[in-house]
T-cell receptor
């Protein structure tokens, strides 16, 4: 087991472009979370999947953000029409169904120019 | 609204002494609390947790204390070691674990 992986690790894009990030959780974990973290802040919850079902979505999440977990394994987070304010570290985490302790990936750092 | 708060952005402690990191929360529905440690360029790593049915949980050098009436928890590290230097986040959730709220972190420096 190699832990939670995220791809890419870094992404630089121009304002207005769409970006997509991928997260591969630990294989037996059916819970998957996406977070956003900016400098000096803690991880901010974006969305939660249990298997392929998206059960929670932050009310702060604009409609430019969408996430999927089509087969209950890997997940993707897409940001459409990126804005400079989207620049942040995007973290993915997973956990088993019966535990609250999350395993985080290394994150994808997004820079919007 | 920040439901989990860590009011000390940084803390410096001498090696061998005790480090005490504090966390306050506002939502009385929270019933499970966690501490994570984060090194630069890495994701947070789970450290220790506590359920609201307990007031203390210990794991080696790390102990978490929960005061529900004060809506306050603290992480004690004793003895502190230079390798403990990192940013520490506290987090809280309702036991369904569908959504977690993190504090802003405390940067701990352990001085050799």
């Amino acid at each position: 087991d190699t832990g939670v992986s995220q791809d890419p690790r870094h992404k630089i894009t121009k304002r207005g472009q769409n970006v997509t990030f991928r997260c591969d959780p630990i294989s037996e974990h059916n819970r998957l979370y996406w977070y956003r973290q900016t400098l000096g802040q803690g991880p901010e919850f974006l969305t939660y999947f249990q298997n392929e079902a998206q059960l929670e979505k932050s009310r702060l999440l604009s409609d430019r953000f969408s996430a999927e977990r089509p087969k209950g394994s890997f997940s993707t987070l897409e940001i459409q029409r990126t804005e400079q304010g989207d620049s942040a570290m995007y973290l993915c985490a997973s956990s088993p169904w019966d535990r609250n302790e999350q395993f985080f990936g290394p994150g994808t750092r997004l820079t919007v120019l | 609204d920040q439901q989990v708060k860590q009011n000390s952005p940084s803390l410096s402690v001498q090696e061998g002494r005790i480090s005490i990191l504090n966390c306050d929360y506002t939502n009385s529905m929270f019933d499970y609390f966690l501490w994570y440690k984060k090194y630069p360029a890495e994701g947070p790593t789970f450290l220790i947790s506590i359920s609201s049915i307990k007031d203390k949980n210990e794991d080696g050098r790390f102990t978490v204390f929960l005061n529900k009436s004060a809506k306050h928890l603290s992480l004690h590290i004793v003895p502190s070691q230079p390798g403990d230097s990192a940013v520490y986040f506290c987090a809280a959730t309702v036991d369904t674990g569908n959504q977690f709220y993190f504090g802003t972190g405390t940067s701990l420096t352990v001085i050799p």
